[in-house]
């Protein structure tokens, strides 16, 4: 979940003004939290809520993805996703969006084995993005963190995401100059995991997502997901990140680390 936050944070300035280089500074006063961070931390007070009885997660979700996110007007909600956050009677809608993937990084930390994760990803997806596409980007990212959790090395993860969802037969030096601006899942995911796959660390993960350009914070919010769960985040990292959560979402991040801590004894 951190990872998330960090790559959300660090990408959040340069959604809109890509960069094409690994070399910028990871944190400037105007990174800011968008929708990434904020519905990372709404789907994991869902998932601290159920106490692993895990039937009502998808009706919960929604609760708390529209309580924690509503204040939040203008943090980058997609159009369709705007209406869905603000309806009284949200329904899912069809969507492929990358915000189906950029939100699921608890569902790959708690599960206890690989058909959880699939689980857990689908029924937090399935409220608002259950376009094929959208399912298949948020599970492909949960197994990425739960194998990357698991201990799994860098070519194994590779294999099976290429096996079971996505060619993993492209390097970002080949595609980072005809990247675009992309807010579908079948053209951010990808991308996001191979910045993971190419990586030697957790910075060097995020600035590899940022520096294809495109949607940077969504990019940066994956593959720092995944980045996490195989190499931890930097204390250094950490504390710079959490500075940019106000009050309420760093209580919601507090609480998520106590419930992980718990889940661990």
């Not at 079971?164 to 100059?177: A, G, K, S, V, W």
Request: glycine letters at 10%.
């Amino acid at each position: 979940m951190l990872g998330a936050i960090v790559g959300d944070i660090v990408g959040s300035r340069f959604e809109f003004d890509n960069i094409k280089t690994k070399d910028f500074d990871f944190f400037r006063e105007e990174c800011f939290v968008t929708d990434d961070s904020i519905m990372t931390l709404a789907v994991g007070k869902a998932i601290m809520e159920c106490n692993g009885n895990y039937d009502d997660l998808g009706r919960k979700a929604t609760i708390y993805m529209q309580e924690i996110g509503r204040p939040y007007l203008n943090c980058g909600y997609g159009g369709n996703f705007y209406q869905w956050m603000y309806t009284d009677n949200p329904l899912p809608y069809n969507s492929y969006g990358n915000g189906a993937a950029m939100r699921v990084s608890g569902c790959g930390l708690v599960a206890k084995s690989l058909e959880e994760a699939k689980a857990l990803s689908a029924k937090v997806t399935e409220i608002s993005h259950n376009h094929p596409e959208g399912m298949k980007g948020a599970e492909a990212t949960a197994v990425a963190i739960f194998l990357a959790k698991a201990g799994k090395s860098l070519p194994e993860i590779r294999e099976y995401i290429n096996q079971n969802y996505y060619p993993m037969n492209f390097t970002l030096d080949e595609i980072r100059d005809g990247y675009q601006f992309n807010e579908t899942c079948q053209d951010t995911v990808p991308q996001s995991i191979m910045a993971f796959l190419e990586s030697a660390g957790f910075e060097d993960a995020v600035r590899n997502a940022i520096s294809l350009g495109g949607d940077s914070d969504t990019l940066a919010a994956i593959a720092g997901s995944i980045a996490h769960a195989y190499y931890g985040v930097p204390a250094e990292i950490e504390k710079e990140a959490l500075g940019h959560l106000d009050n309420r979402l760093k209580a919601i991040y507090d609480q998520w680390v106590q419930f992980m801590k718990d889940q661990e004894n």
